[in-house]
Structure formats: C-alpha cells, structure tokens
C-alpha cells in the first residue's frame, strides 16, 4: 500500500478511536433553559454512535400470553416493563440505554401509576418520551402500551501500533 494512500486511512481510524474513548458518555440528558422543566422525562436525549434498538410495543402479556393484572393499570404497568426490560436483556442493553419510550394509555387520570412502576425500572435520567392517551388498544383488556427504542454505544477501536 502507498504511503499516499495509508497516511489518510490511518488518520481517518485515529481520529475515528478519538472520538469512540471510553469516557465518552453514551447518552446525554439536556433540558434546554427555554422549556418547561419536565416530569419524568428528558426534552433531548443524545447519543453516541452505536446499535440502535427498536422495541416493539409491549403489553401486560407474560410469557404463555396470558393477560397480567386485567383492569389494573398499576399491575398492567409492571407486566409492561417487565417485558421491555426482557426485550432490552435480550438485545444486550438494559433501561440505561434506553433514548425513548412512547406510552398509549386507555385513562391518562391512572399516569402516576404508570410513573411509580416506571421508577422501579429506570433510576436515572429519564429518556425522551410521549404519552398519549388512546380510545382502546388492540385487545379491550389492554390498559396500557409501551415502546421504546435503545441505543448500545459502540465499542471504542482499540488503538494499534506499527
């Protein structure tokens, strides 16, 4: 290979492991000063390059596909982030990676309970997320949906020399 040649590609990879170090924050929670200050959530969550996740959105169904806690919101809540933090294990990232959760609830008057569950599962800074309440979900038992999508940063390129 010509020294014309290999001089750009080993910049390019130097710089590329600059920028993964392992100090690097993988995500980062910001509140601009011209917005509300927010109630369990993020305004802007940044991430470091990496795999994104997308979780599909999860219902108060365990694992035979039986329905969890039938008209109760608090115990469907539970069943809901219990199943996304399967989703998250299995994927390699648990609630830490997470940058977004969007919530479709049937009785937006039950969210503190959804919140109390909530803060069982993520005891930092909270993702970006949106909550909507909805007519009905896709069975009449359902009293609550939640997605979200994950971010795993990417392992730094470890250095090499010649």
């Known amino acids: 290979m010509s020294r014309t040649i290999f001089l750009p590609m080993f910049l390019a990879v130097f710089f590329l492991a600059s920028a993964l170090t392992a100090d690097q924050a993988p995500l980062t929670h910001s509140n601009p000063a011209k917005l509300n200050k927010p109630n369990g959530y993020s305004h802007v969550v940044t991430a470091a390059p990496g795999q994104t996740l997308y979780i599909s959105g999860q219902v108060a169904l365990d694992e035979s596909g039986k329905v969890m806690g039938a008209g109760d919101m608090q115990a469907q809540a539970k069943q809901v982030f219990e199943n996304l933090r399967i989703a998250l294990n299995g994927a390699g990232a648990d609630f830490s990676n997470v940058v977004k959760l ?32 909805v007519k009905a979900l896709v069975r009449p038992e359902f009293m609550i949906e939640v997605d979200a999508i994950a971010v795993i940063p990417a392992k730094p ?4 020399s010649h």
């Open 157 to 160: 390129v470890p250095a090499t």
């Open 102 to 133: 969007n919530y479709y609830i049937t009785d937006v008057s039950q969210v503190q309970k959804v919140r109390d569950v909530r803060n069982q599962y993520i005891l930092s800074d909270f993702p970006a997320s949106t909550l909507v309440e």
